[in-house]
C-alpha cells in the first residue's frame, strides 16, 4: 500500500486556495501573495501602499508571522484593515488559514488584498494560497547572488522589488547580475528599483499595481 | 492503522546526527550548525574566521544552498576545504546529507567543521545535524523584531552574532530591544555585536570559538 501524503496535503490547500480565488475573483479584487527573506522591508512597503494609495485604492492586508502582531498594528496605524495570522512555527502561510482570515475582512469595501507571508524565501513558494500574482521583494543588503541561489521563488513571482536602493552608496550590490539571474528563471516579471523609506520607483510600482487591479477587475464575474 | 510519517523522518533524520555527533566528538572536532536569514552575512563570516585563524585553527565548511556553488568557491578561496550540498529545493540540510559531506572532509586535519545551512530562518532549528552547537546570525538591516518573530531558531542558539553594525550609522536597529527579546526566549546565548566586514568585534567570536573548541577537544573519546 501506497500513501502519497504530500499529493494529500496539497490537495487540500489546493481546494482551499481554489476556494479563496472564486471568492475574490467573484467581488473583482486583486489578490497579491507577498514573498521575502525575512527583513526585506514587506510590511514597509505595504504600510506605505496603503498611506500613498489612499482614497485610490482600498487596501486590506493579511499578515503571516510565526509570532506576533506586530505587522497588523502596524498596518492598522497605516489606515488599512488588517487581520494577523500567527503560524505558530510554522514556514509559510496556507490557504486555509488565508481563507478564515478573509472572512475577518470587509471584503465588500476592498479593491485589494495584500497577504504577506511568513518571512522565508524558500518555502511559501511551494503553497498557492489563492492569490492572482505574487510580488517577491529582494533588498540590497541581502545580496545580488539571491535569485541564483533561491531560483523557485523568483521563477513564480510577477513582479520583483529590488528594495532598499538608498544603501547602494555604502553596500556593494551589481544591480545587473542580480537581473541577469533573475531573467534567467523569470524572463517575464515586472521587476523595479526601489527605495519604500526614501519613496523612489513607488510611483511604478503603483502603476503595475493600478494596472493589475484593473486587469482583474475586468474578470469579475 | 496509524502511520506515524513525522515521527519516523525525524527518527531517520536523528539517527544521521548521532551518528554525525559521535564521529565528530570521537575526533575532538567542534561542529557548528550555523542559521540565519538569506544575506545575513554567513559566507562572509566563515571566509573571514578562515582566513584571520589561519594556522591557528582548521577550519573546514559544508556549504547548505538550493541551488549553485558559489559559497563553496568562496570558501575555497579563502583557504579552508569546502563541500557544497545543493539541496534542490529543499529549505534546510538534513543530517543524511551532512553525513556524506563529511565523508568528503579531511576530518583528520580539522579543528572544527561549520556547516553553513540554507538561508532560512525558520526550519533549519528543526533538523538536529548532529552539532555541537548552533551560531545564529542578525543582521541590522533585517530590523531589530526578528528575534521576537523567530522565537524557535534564536530559543536553539548557543551564540548569537548581531552582523552588520557598521550600517547602525544609516539603519534604525534597536540594539537593546533585539536583546531583550533574545533574553526572553534564550537567556543563556552568548550575544556578540560584529561587523564581519569592517572587522568589530571578530575577536569576540574567535574567543567564544576557541574556548567551545577546547569544551569539545576535552570530551575527546
Same mark, same amino acid.
Not at 493579511?62 to 505587522?71: A, V
Not at 489563492?130 to 510580488?135: F, H, I, L, N, V
Not at 532598499?164 to 531573467?183: G, H, Q, S, T, V
Given at each position: 500500500?501506497?500513501?502519497? @501524503?504530500?499529493?494529500?496535503?496539497?490537495?487540500?490547500?489546493?481546494? %482551499?486556495?481554489l476556494q479563496n480565488r472564486r471568492l475574490?475573483?467573484?467581488?473583482?479584487? @486583486? *489578490?497579491?501573495?507577498?514573498?521575502?527573506?525575512?527583513?526585506?522591508?514587506?510590511?514597509?512597503?505595504?504600510?506605505?501602499?496603503?498611506? &500613498?494609495?489612499?482614497?485610490?485604492?482600498?487596501?486590506?492586508?493579511?499578515?503571516?508571522?510565526?509570532?506576533? &502582531?506586530?505587522?497588523?498594528?502596524?498596518?492598522?496605524?497605516?489606515?488599512?484593515?488588517?487581520?494577523?495570522?500567527?503560524?505558530?512555527? $510554522?514556514?509559510?502561510?496556507? $490557504?486555509?488559514?488565508?481563507?478564515? $482570515?478573509?472572512?475577518e475582512l470587509p471584503l465588500e469595501s476592498?479593491?485589494?488584498?495584500?497577504?504577506?507571508?511568513?518571512?522565508?524565501?524558500? *518555502?511559501?513558494?511551494? =503553497?498557492?494560497?489563492?492569490?492572482?500574482?505574487?510580488?517577491?521583494?529582494?533588498?540590497?543588503?541581502?545580496?545580488?547572488?539571491?535569485p541564483a541561489k533561491y531560483p523557485a521563488? =523568483?521563477?513564480? $513571482?510577477? +513582479? +520583483?522589488?529590488?528594495?532598499?536602493?538608498?544603501?547602494?552608496?555604502?553596500?556593494?550590490? &551589481?544591480?545587473?547580475?542580480?537581473?541577469?539571474?533573475?531573467?534567467?528563471?523569470?524572463?517575464?516579471?515586472?521587476? %523595479?528599483? +526601489?527605495?519604500?523609506?526614501?519613496?523612489?520607483?513607488?510611483?511604478?510600482?503603483?502603476?503595475?499595481? =493600478?494596472?493589475?487591479?484593473?486587469?482583474?477587475?475586468?474578470?469579475?464575474?
Open positions: 500500500m501506497k500513501i502519497k @501524503l504530500g499529493e494529500k496535503i496539497l490537495g487540500r490547500n489546493e481546494q %482551499f486556495a475574490l475573483r467573484g467581488r473583482g479584487i @486583486l *489578490c497579491l501573495n507577498v514573498i521575502s527573506s525575512p527583513g526585506s522591508g514587506k510590511t514597509t512597503l505595504l504600510a506605505r501602499t496603503v498611506e &500613498d494609495l489612499k482614497g485610490k485604492l482600498r487596501c486590506g492586508v493579511i499578515e503571516g508571522d510565526i509570532k506576533t &502582531d506586530l505587522d497588523a498594528v502596524r498596518i492598522r496605524a497605516a489606515g488599512a484593515p488588517a487581520v494577523q495570522i500567527q503560524t505558530e512555527g $510554522a514556514c509559510h502561510l496556507s $490557504a486555509q488559514q488565508v481563507s478564515r $482570515a478573509l472572512s476592498l479593491d485589494v488584498v495584500f497577504i504577506e507571508n511568513v518571512g522565508n524565501l524558500v *518555502c511559501p513558494s511551494a =503553497f498557492d494560497l489563492g492569490e492572482d500574482a505574487r510580488a517577491v521583494l529582494l533588498s540590497i543588503p541581502e545580496g545580488d547572488d539571491k521563488t =523568483f521563477a513564480g $513571482a510577477s +513582479v +520583483v522589488l529590488i528594495n532598499k536602493i538608498d544603501l547602494l552608496e555604502y553596500i556593494p550590490f &551589481d544591480i545587473d547580475r542580480a537581473l541577469k539571474d533573475l531573467r534567467s528563471v523569470n524572463p517575464d516579471a515586472s521587476a %523595479f528599483q +526601489v527605495s519604500v523609506v526614501r519613496g523612489d520607483g513607488m510611483q511604478t510600482w503603483y502603476d503595475w499595481l =493600478f494596472a493589475r487591479r484593473d486587469s482583474v477587475a475586468d474578470l469579475k464575474i
